[in-house]
């Protein structure tokens, strides 16, 4: 589990409520015992927790390096993938720190179109996998083919 990057007590309670912040006190001193909150780096051979911050506290992407493959899995970065991808400045109300999130945005995306990574995103149409390339100053998602198989 990441741990969360700073304090949202100073947030307005609206906002720590909207993120079920009583719950996740509640479920953190609970599971207490059972956590292990990991800080961005390796975390084992071939899987490397990279801090995504902005969206969430301790909001956070992996990715997977195995057999000279790559999937960059970053969770909420994208929301509306129409809109974000080609304008990674827009940010979304659900983040909680907008210009960090943005940010976070910018950086990942750099990443993934310059290392030619494939990612995988919660709010990623079907497959649910892509890649990103540079489209003058933005970017554009390239959607991995699939195929079922039966």
């Given at each position: 589990?990441?741990?969360?990057?700073?304090?949202?007590?100073?947030?307005?309670?609206?906002?720590?409520?909207?993120?079920?912040?009583?719950?996740?006190?509640?479920?953190?001193?609970?599971?207490?015992?059972?956590?292990?909150?990991?800080?961005?780096?390796?975390?084992?051979?071939?899987?490397?927790?990279?801090?995504?911050?902005?969206?969430?506290?301790?909001?956070?992407?992996?990715?997977?390096?195995?057999?000279g493959e790559t999937l960059l899995i970053w969770g909420d970065t994208v929301h509306v993938p129409e809109i974000q991808v080609p304008r990674p400045q827009v940010t979304s109300e659900y983040d909680i720190d907008e210009p960090l999130a943005a940010e976070s945005r910018r950086r990942?995306?750099?990443?993934?179109?310059?290392?030619?990574?494939?990612?995988?995103?919660?709010?990623?149409?079907?497959?649910?996998?892509?890649?990103?390339?540079?489209?003058?100053?933005?970017?554009?998602?390239?959607?991995?083919?699939?195929?079922?198989?039966?």
């Amino acid at each position: 589990m990441a741990s969360a990057a700073r304090d949202i007590s100073p947030l307005p309670k609206v906002r720590r409520r909207e993120f079920g912040y009583n719950r996740n006190v509640s479920f953190r001193r609970h599971y207490r015992d059972q956590l292990r909150p990991s800080r961005a780096g390796t975390i084992a051979p071939g899987l490397t927790l990279v801090a995504l911050p902005g969206h969430t506290p301790g909001h956070a992407g992996y990715r997977l390096d195995s057999a000279g493959e790559t999937l960059l899995i970053w969770g909420d970065t994208v929301h509306v993938p129409e809109i974000q991808v080609p304008r990674p400045q827009v940010t979304s109300e659900y983040d909680i720190d907008e210009p960090l999130a943005a940010e976070s945005r910018r950086r990942i995306f750099d990443l993934v179109a310059t290392e030619r990574l494939l990612a995988a995103g919660g709010h990623l149409h079907m497959p649910g996998f892509a890649h990103l390339v540079r489209d003058g100053g933005s970017y554009r998602l390239l959607p991995e083919r699939w195929s079922v198989v039966v």
